[in-house]
């Protein structure tokens, strides 16, 4: 499990009760789920929570229930909020959305990219490449999702993007649990490569081609190692 990244006395504000403030709690906490502040299958302890953030229990309660309608705690029965455990079947169905999703979208993107979109899709790759080549896996993780976001924010499909970004959130946390094989390290950059190369041709086909396979190695190399 993830290593405790910041001390639990830490007090987050939260600004004064809103109609915003249960959405940037639920965001706080969220963002502490995926960096290891709390870990799968954690209790969420109500006294923890209202020191960390700095508030009462009831926008705390309100995000809580956000966060399970999210799929990221589960709250039992007279016991509390527990972060979710991630496993291999959930991880797997985010996979497949993402494989029925993605690369198609990925095509139209490529199919009207400017020389713009190219130098944006190339500058994050080079901050891609150095976090490899440091083997900094909260990096790798960012910049990977960073460069597909920005593949799919040339032409956007709102609805998707909002259901892709949640699922990034869950696999990132995963990956920062279980990191990168050497032999995957290795292929993500000329596959990246090719990508880019693909969407500066406008080649809606060849570019669908290449993101599904890049989503299926990253499917088959995660999923081996993950929990049943």
Same mark, same amino acid.
């Given at each position: 499990?993830?290593?405790?990244?910041?001390?639990?006395?830490?007090?987050?504000?939260?600004?004064?009760?809103?109609?915003?403030?249960?959405?940037?709690?639920?965001?706080?906490?969220?963002?502490?789920?995926?960096?290891?502040?709390?870990?799968?299958?954690?209790?969420?302890?109500?006294?923890?929570?209202?020191? /960390?953030?700095?508030?009462?229990?009831?926008?705390?309660?309100?995000?809580?229930?956000?966060?399970?309608?999210?799929?990221?705690?589960?709250?039992?029965?007279?016991?509390?909020?527990?972060?979710?455990?991630?496993?291999?079947?959930?991880?797997?169905?985010?996979?497949?959305?993402?494989?029925?999703?993605?690369?198609?979208?990925?095509?139209?993107?490529?199919?009207?990219?400017?020389?713009?979109?190219?130098?944006?899709?190339?500058?994050?790759?080079?901050?891609?490449?150095?976090?490899?080549?440091?083997?900094?896996?909260?990096?790798?993780?960012?910049?990977?999702?960073?460069?597909?976001? /920005?593949?799919?924010?040339?032409?956007?499909?709102?609805?998707?993007?909002?259901?892709?970004?949640?699922?990034?959130?869950?696999?990132?946390?995963?990956?920062?649990?279980?990191?990168?094989?050497?032999?995957?390290?290795?292929?993500?950059?000329?596959?990246?490569?090719?990508?880019?190369?693909?969407?500066?041709?406008?080649?809606?086909?060849?570019?669908?081609?290449?993101?599904?396979?890049?989503?299926?190695?990253?499917?088959?190399?995660?999923?081996?190692?993950?929990?049943?």
């Amino acid at each position: 499990m993830v290593g405790k990244a910041v001390a639990m006395s830490s007090v987050i504000p939260i600004m004064p009760m809103q109609a915003t403030t249960y959405q940037r709690l639920r965001n706080a906490i969220r963002a502490d789920i995926i960096t290891g502040v709390y870990g799968p299958a954690e209790h969420l302890k109500m006294a923890t929570l209202v020191e /960390r953030y700095g508030t009462s229990p009831a926008p705390i309660r309100e995000a809580l229930g956000q966060l399970e309608g999210e799929g990221w705690i589960e709250i039992l029965p007279n016991r509390g909020a527990r972060v979710r455990s991630i496993e291999r079947d959930f991880i797997r169905e985010l996979f497949e959305i993402r494989l029925s999703l993605e690369p198609p979208l990925a095509g139209y993107s490529a199919a009207v990219a400017r020389p713009s979109d190219i130098d944006a899709l190339r500058a994050i790759h080079v901050d891609y490449a150095k976090a490899i080549g440091a083997r900094d896996v909260a990096a790798i993780s960012s910049t990977n999702g960073a460069f597909h976001a /920005r593949i799919l924010r040339i032409r956007p499909n709102r609805s998707a993007l909002v259901l892709l970004e949640q699922h990034d959130a869950f696999v990132g946390a995963t990956r920062r649990r279980f990191g990168f094989p050497d032999h995957r390290l290795q292929d993500m950059i000329p596959e990246h490569e090719a990508i880019i190369a693909a969407c500066a041709a406008n080649d809606e086909a060849l570019t669908r081609r290449l993101m599904r396979s890049h989503i299926q190695r990253s499917i088959d190399e995660l999923i081996e190692r993950l929990p049943r």
